[in-house]
């Protein structure tokens, strides 16, 4: 019997199974019961993460919304990046969103088509380089989608680089260098996690270091820690990672020129073996000597690994925080995709100077880029890489980790741009090919390390200001380094002893002694943390009488006063007065060799710089 149905019932009906069939589809949609194409799942908002401005620790910095999680779909020249899990790059984390472009971030502002691959070999890096260069060279293209077209790494060891880099890429054009590689500006430094560890008693006299032995990756940011504290101390290296010498620091390389493997394998077993000793000049003396490691120089988290491990009082004798000036994150890239690229390049600082901006005032800034570089390195957690990079004391008291950002002006203060201040890019640059070119002058006979003028370009970074600029947006300030704390309870770091040419019996500076400045100031602006003492001293010539004693008590007082005045006027920056602890003038006293040769005379009419912190 068919049942009749009223049409008011049928309209209810109607609408009851509409209800259904969309209730339905939509959770049937939502569990994934039915696929649904991308348009319909774009319809779900992205939670966006906002800044408080009321957070800000930095004043003066708008906070600007974090990144989606979503590809951002751009049509610029591609930008392929290789760099090592560091924390010095965080900013481009933060200016991404991760591994590439991401929808709402500096990034995609700036149009910058981005991504970033993770390489934890040196090897790998040179080689990717390579890769992009060919295909360029080949297709006669602007860009490659193979490889990579820019580093990251370590500028102090950039002449080390570009040496190796740069006699392949010449081939390409014959000579011509459009595809050789430069360095562009700085993403950030490291600020505590590159380091020399080793016995408490190096900290306290560097000169039992004489004889010992420290793993590590040789030529590379790392052992110039080492380098430059051993030239800061007047102590003589070993370069040959085979021999022995006892009255130097010697060497071990680092299996696979792996920091991590230099503590891991070498360092904390105590890994020994047999060597020939030599002499100053290299030549064997006929004795074969045990030689074990004593010290070692690596990054975070292989300080963490070495102080915490079996070799009792590990502890970090000198660190990137002290010389904060030695190691920036550059970006190294193929000349020609800069210069056929300029607004990806001035882009992806513009982008980079901004977020380095935004992680300066706001810690949750920093977190976020944090948990990202979790993702793209696929290691460890966002917690793990945040407390490395504000670092964090020990129970010991030993810093752990420690990097910074930089900004615009951080850029343009550290490349020299801004007047009164030195350009600490040439010094760390010049500072440490030279020392590359006096230890291992073979290696560099047919690849010679370029100078700094063919090796840096700041112009992109000039091109970011303008891009800022144009953009309405102002940046914050430069970071600043107060010495008050060194000053007052800082502890010797260095006795630098310098032999600076003046005039006979006088506090003038000779044409050699002003260029012996010039050098120890560029040398000196890598230590940027630290604080000085300036002591002079003279020979006891005069001392028989109370007015000789005291002519040399006033004339080394005022050769200290020289040489004070002399690095404040070349860089009244980086070396302000509130830099200088103490000028001291102490004549005939403490002296380094006997008074009863012309030679020992020499040696005790000397300068000493005192670096404090």
């Given amino acids: ?133 060919n295909q360029m060279a080949s297709k006669n293209q602007n860009t490659c989608d193979t490889g990579a077209a820019a580093l990251i790494f370590m500028g102090d060891s950039g002449g080390q680089w570009l040496s190796e880099l740069n006699a392949q890429l010449l081939k390409l054009d014959k000579g011509v260098g459009a595809y050789t590689v430069k360095l562009y500006g700085a993403l950030g430094r490291s600020n505590g996690e590159d380091a020399l560890l080793g016995p408490a008693e190096w900290k306290k006299n560097p000169q039992t270091m004489i004889g010992k032995t420290i793993v590590g990756v040789i030529r590379d940011g790392d052992w110039n820690i080492a380098m430059a504290f051993e030239g800061f101390n007047n102590l003589k290296n070993n370069p040959d990672p085979h021999t022995y010498n006892p009255t130097a620091v010697n060497w071990m390389a680092a299996p696979d020129d792996d920091y991590i493997k230099a503590v891991t394998d070498v360092y904390n077993p105590h890994k020994c073996e047999q060597r020939p000793e030599v002499d100053d000049s290299g030549k064997k003396d006929g004795k074969i000597a045990t030689v074990c490691p004593d010290g070692v120089v690596t990054w975070t988290p292989g300080d963490d690994d070495a102080i915490h491990g079996p070799i009792d009082g590990t502890t970090k004798i000198i660190s990137s925080r002290e010389y904060s000036a030695q190691m920036p994150a550059t970006l190294a890239v193929i000349s020609k995709f800069a210069d056929k690229n300029p607004d990806t390049m001035s882009g992806f600082f513009a982008a980079s100077f901004t977020a380095a901006d935004q992680m300066k005032a706001y810690p949750a800034a920093i977190k976020f880029a944090s948990n990202v570089a979790a993702t793209v390195y696929a290691d460890n957690t966002g917690d793990y890489w945040y407390n490395y990079f504000v670092g964090e004391k020990d129970k010991t008291g030993n810093l752990i980790g420690g990097s910074a950002v930089f900004n615009l002006q951080d850029n343009l203060q550290y490349f020299g741009l801004v007047p009164g201040y030195q350009n600490n890019m040439k010094a760390t640059y010049e500072t440490f090919a030279r020392i590359d070119m006096e230890q291992y002058a073979s290696l560099f006979k047919d690849s010679p390390i370029p100078t700094y003028a063919q090796a840096v370009n700041t112009k992109y970074i000039r091109l970011a200001e303008d891009a800022l600029t144009n953009n309405g947006v102002t940046g914050g300030g430069a970071e600043t380094t107060d010495y008050t704390a060194a000053i007052s309870t800082g502890a010797v770091v260095s006795t630098d002893k310098q032999y600076i040419v003046f005039a006979t019996n006088s506090a003038a500076l000779t044409p050699a002694g002003k260029a012996q400045l010039d050098q120890l100031a560029t040398t000196l602006g890598i230590a ?86």
């Fill in 1 to 133: 019997m068919a049942i009749r149905i009223k049409p008011q019932a049928k309209l209810f009906l109607v609408v009851i199974v509409a209800a259904v069939v969309v209730f339905g589809l939509r959770f049937a949609m939502s569990t994934g019961l039915i696929p649904t194409p991308g348009i319909l799942k774009s319809v779900v908002a992205t939670k966006v993460q906002v800044l408080k401005q009321e957070d800000a620790v930095v004043q003066g910095i708008a906070p600007l919304p974090f990144p989606s999680s979503n590809p951002a779909s751009l049509s610029s020249p591609l930008f392929l990046v290789d760099g090592w899990e560091w924390n010095a790059q965080h900013s481009i984390f933060l200016a991404s969103g991760g591994a590439e472009t991401m929808q709402g971030s500096l990034f995609e502002k700036y149009n910058v088509n981005y991504k970033f691959k993770r390489t934890d070999s040196n090897d790998t890096m040179r080689a990717d380089i390579l890769a992009c260069a």
């Fill in 528 to 613: 940027k943390s630290l604080a000085f003492e300036i002591d002079g001293y003279t020979d006891n010539a005069g001392d028989q009488t109370p007015t000789g004693h005291q002519h040399n008590i006033d004339l080394s007082a005022q050769r200290a006063a020289a040489v004070k005045a002399y690095l404040m006027s070349y860089a009244p920056q980086d070396f302000p007065a509130a830099r200088f602890k103490a000028v001291k003038g102490l004549g005939s006293a403490n002296p380094v060799a006997p008074n009863d040769t012309t030679d020992d005379k020499q040696k005790n009419r000397r300068v000493e710089i005192l670096q404090i912190g």
